[in-house]
């Protein structure tokens, strides 16, 4: 609020000089009062321009911040989505490896019965014998 006054104040004071140099008949005091009324709307213009530059600067923060902060978050969701890659990449090759060992050892126990017996005992050979038909021309 003093702020706000001062500038009252001011505004004032720039309004009402042209009155009180038309007043001022000594052209040594109307010179100085000039110059002092020049000297106070130049540190108007200063202070509005110091304003205008800490508004402006504290824009640029409030932007640079917020630019920090998507930055961060875009760096969060591509690690999850690499993280995730890599996972289901792992477990894919895990799952395949696992499955393809599985179906190897029962062919293999299946392999190894046949040698023993001399006979096919999994149902799953024994339904793909009877489906074979042998056709001579």
């Known amino acids: 609020m003093d ?23 000594d052209e ?21 321009e110091l304003e205008q530059q800490a508004q402006k600067q504290s824009f640029e923060n409030k932007l640079k911040e ?10 969060r969701a591509e690690i999850i989505v690499k993280a ?3 996972l289901l990449k792992f477990v894919g090759t895990i799952t395949g490896v696992v499955v393809g ?5 029962q062919c ?11 006979i096919i005992t999994s149902k799953r050979f024994q339904d793909h014998i009877r489906s074979l038909k042998i056709k001579f021309w």
Not at 3 to 25: A, G, Q, R
Not at 66 to 75: G, I, P
Not at 101 to 105: D, E, F, N, S, V
């Open 28 to 48: 040594k005091a109307r010179a100085q009062y000039l110059a002092a009324i020049a000297t106070i709307y130049e540190s108007n213009v200063k202070e509005r």
């Open 101 to 105: 060992a599985g179906l190897y050892k």
């Open 84 to 86: 995730t890659d890599v």
């Open 3 to 25: 702020n706000n006054v001062e500038t009252k104040d001011l505004v004032k004071i720039l309004s009402s000089s042209k009155d009180d140099l038309d007043s001022i008949f």
């Open 66 to 75: 917020e630019q920090l902060k998507a930055e961060k978050s875009k760096d």
């Open 108 to 118: 293999w126990d299946e392999g190894l019965e046949y040698e023993k017996t001399g």
